[in-house]
């Protein structure tokens, strides 16, 4: 009774929706998307710094100083080139992102198929399961008024046993199956509290303007 017990408690099946997975996978890579151009954007910030024109001094022809600004049309040229290397950038966050998206969906989406699988092949071992019970009930019965030897109930027992240990390792099995899947939608219950706080605090910045 103890292996039943076990997989009474591994049968329990507290994974979430299909839809539910792929709204948290989707999530994850728009935060990671999110994350890298805050980091790109925080690198080009103190840029322009480079682009300030030239501070100096010069000379009158009397040998008199006064100040004087220089600047060179290749900063112009320099700034136009970041500009577009930046955005090339952004471009490449995004597309990359998108694209292991797409890959990380077909991966749980096939391990999704396997666990519905998994769960068809748990369902069907533990009718066949019953009926090896109530056979197993009439051998008792046999035994009992002796029309059968003990050897005869004993590996009846044995067997009934081995096909209760078979749908436990089936179990096992699963809650496996359902931690993978959980582990590659990147299911974290606390990015949506980690985002739904994000979104109130934006309300909140823009009440304040």
């Known amino acids: ?20 997975l792929m709204s948290a996978l989707e999530s994850f890579y728009q935060l990671q998307i999110e994350s890298e151009l805050a980091e790109l954007d925080s690198k080009q910030k103190m840029k322009w710094l480079k682009y300030l024109p030239t501070v100096g001094v010069t000379y009158t022809l009397e040998g008199k100083p006064r100040p004087a600004i220089s600047w060179s049309s290749n900063l112009l040229y320099s700034s136009q080139k970041d500009k577009a290397q930046t955005l090339a950038k952004k471009e490449s966050i995004y597309k990359k ?16 198929r396997q666990h519905i699988f998994l769960e068809q092949d748990i369902s069907f071992l533990q009718e066949l399961f019953e ?28 067997a009934l046993r081995k096909k209760e240990y078979d749908i436990f390792q089936k179990q096992r099995e699963l809650l496996e199956l359902e931690t993978q899947i959980l582990q590659v939608a990147k299911y974290f219950p606390f990015l949506d509290e980690f985002r739904c706080q994000g979104k109130i605090k934006s309300k909140s ?5």
Request: hydrophobic share 40%; with cysteine; glycine share 0%.
């Open 1 to 20: 009774m103890k292996i039943l017990f076990l997989c009474v408690f591994f049968a329990t099946d507290s994974l979430p929706s299909e839809p539910q």
């Open 131 to 158: 009926y090896d019970q109530q056979l197993f009930e009439i051998k008792k019965d046999q035994a009992n008024k002796i029309q059968i030897p003990p050897s005869d109930l004993l590996k009846a027992k044995q």
């Open 97 to 112: 992102n998108q694209l292991a998206l797409e890959k990380e969906k077909l991966r749980l989406k096939n391990l999704i």
């Open 205 to 209: 910045d823009d009440r304040k303007r």
